[in-house]
């Protein structure tokens, strides 16, 4: 990783900075940074959208977004300091002469311009196009992609080679904002770091894996999005596949970015595809209708705002994964993913085998397998399930099942626990494309989605329905439960 006295300083450009995407959550984490004093003093933010607006008035919606959405009070310091580095450029997508307006503004002697395209795949290819036009581009400029990168292979290719006619891999950096999660980084250090893990991470210890990701909310008006994609492109493509990832691969040989993204492309490999043939034994869709989050009704899927009531468009999926290789032959990892689900929940449950004898059978009829509980949100830290002994004198020897609790707030008191965005940001003005997704990691999930897409798309059932506040379609247990396994609550 670059040391942050020696990266040079940058022009961080946002299109489409007066969006949602860059008010929620690129504005907040850019300043997070800046009161932790990790932005360099010379770079600057600069704000395009084709909205007329200038750049005081950029300054004021940057405090305006503050002040909603940071959930704490600003410090003045700080926000003065930020403030002097906003700057913004009315820039009409469509008009590639209007690319040069930038040009005027940019100063890429003295900075490193990094593009970040908060805008929808359909304008990336505009923007590549313009940058290009304007001489915006040298072997130092970056571009980084938010999903979703296509809905399907065809469609991500035609993006990559979009993006890829203006700009090369090693300067495309394509974001995941769960790589930045302390907990996801963390897997890294747990594995290969760990001896009591790095000799216990195979078939030999490990019965199954489960990972979960949970949202409270529905579609939160995105239907014209959402319903064309689904549950299965919007999170299981990327964030939970790219989870699945960093805990199957091999190690690599260094922490070098060829090296991860070699191993991790590896694992994607060795999915076994979902096929007509299969299909109906290992994924379980469904749908979720009315019901009660935190105990205030909300509407079903089909009955939301703008809502198709003829729509089979999935809002939870949950499927059994199998790895065909060596490490992990017979190590089913079942995934789970919803909408207007119990709470907000995202974690990994690594289930360990059953010990083969119990001598403790006076007390404990049958010893339940120890559990490595990997919490990504909204607690981020690291449990482990084990059996201890209960004090006393009495003569028998009574277990009970007890956790090892690593909580990283209460670990590293004095540590900053950061955000996803801030992290990835700053890599990406650092120029460290590690925590990136390459082009290959991308186009072989497709590969392995897209055969899922299609053996979906020849059943005649519609995805199940679940009242909101619940775990899912009773499917979903049926499909851990026909394994003699259940999930984890």
């Given at each position: ?12 450009v946002?299109?489409g ?13 850019l300043?997070k940074?800046e ?25 004021e ?29 009315q820039?009409?997508?469509?008009n ?13 002697k003295?900075?490193v ?18 940058l ?10 970056r ?16 993006i990559?080679?979009?993006?890829g ?6 300067q495309?950096?394509?974001i ?19 001896s ?18 949970a949202?409270?909310?529905g579609?939160?008006?995105r239907w014209?999005?959402?319903?064309k ?18 805990i199957?691969?091999?190690?690599p ?14 694992v ?7 096929t ?25 899927y ?8 003829e729509?089979?468009t ?5 499927m ?51 559990k ?10 690291v449990?482990i ?6 004090p006393?004198?009495?003569g ?22 950061f ?17 990136f997704i390459?082009?290959e990691?991308?186009?072989?999930a ?7 897409l ?8 519609k ?18 439960a ?8």
């Amino acid at each position: 990783m670059n040391d942050i006295t020696t990266y040079k300083p940058c022009d961080l450009v946002i299109f489409g900075a007066l969006g949602d995407l860059s008010r929620r959550m690129l504005l907040i984490s850019l300043y997070k940074l800046e009161e932790a004093g990790l932005l360099e003093p010379d770079t600057r933010v600069i704000g395009v959208d084709r909205i007329v607006q200038d750049s005081p008035g950029f300054i004021e919606v940057t405090r305006k977004s503050l002040e909603e959405f940071l959930k704490r009070a600003i410090e003045e310091d700080v926000w003065k300091t930020f403030s002097a580095r906003l700057a913004y450029v009315q820039v009409d997508i469509s008009n590639l002469d209007d690319f040069k307006k930038l040009g005027e503004v940019l100063d890429q002697k003295a900075r490193v311009t990094v593009n970040y395209l908060a805008i929808p795949p359909s304008l990336f290819k505009s923007v590549c196009q313009g940058l290009n036009k304007a001489n915006l581009v040298t072997k130092e400029t970056r571009i980084v992609m938010e999903k979703p990168i296509g809905h399907d292979l065809a469609s991500s290719r035609e993006i990559n080679d979009t993006v890829g006619e203006v700009f090369d891999d090693e300067q495309t950096y394509r974001i995941d904002h769960y790589l930045g999660k302390e907990t996801v980084l963390n897997l890294l250090a747990l594995r290969f770091a760990n001896s009591i893990f790095t000799t216990n991470w195979s078939h030999s210890t490990i019965d199954h894996i489960q990972i979960t990701v949970a949202e409270e909310v529905g579609i939160e008006g995105r239907w014209d999005y959402f319903d064309k994609a689904g549950q299965l492109r919007d999170m299981l493509q990327n964030h939970l596949l790219q989870i699945l990832t960093f805990i199957a691969m091999e190690p690599p040989a260094s922490l070098d970015a060829k090296n991860i993204h070699s191993e991790k492309i590896k694992v994607l490999q060795a999915l076994r595809p979902i096929t007509g043939e299969n299909v109906d034994d290992t994924t379980v869709r469904g749908q979720y209708a009315a019901g009660y989050i935190k105990g205030n009704a909300v509407p079903g899927y089909l009955e939301e705002d703008g809502a198709n009531t003829e729509s089979a468009t999935e809002s939870f999926v949950a499927m059994r994964v199998d790895i065909d290789n060596w490490r992990w032959a017979g190590v089913p990892f079942y995934l789970r993913t919803g909408k207007r689900l119990s709470y907000k929940r995202t974690e990994i449950v690594v289930n360990f085998k059953q010990l083969p004898h119990n001598i403790f059978k006076d007390s404990y009829r049958s010893l339940p397998p120890n559990k490595l509980i990997i919490h990504l949100q909204p607690k981020e830290g690291v449990e482990i399930e084990m059996l201890n002994k209960v004090p006393g004198i009495d003569g028998a020897i009574k277990l009970q099942q007890t956790k090892l609790d690593l909580s990283f707030f209460d670990a590293f008191k004095n540590k900053r626990v950061f955000g996803g965005y801030e992290r990835l940001l700053l890599e990406a003005m650092r120029g460290n494309i590690t925590l990136f997704i390459s082009r290959e990691e991308t186009e072989q999930a497709w590969t392995w989605v897209d055969s899922i897409l299609k053996a979906w798309s020849n059943l005649s059932d519609k995805p199940k329905p679940y009242p909101a506040g619940t775990w899912g379609p009773n499917a979903a247990d049926a499909l851990l439960a026909r394994d003699g396994r259940t999930w984890e609550e």
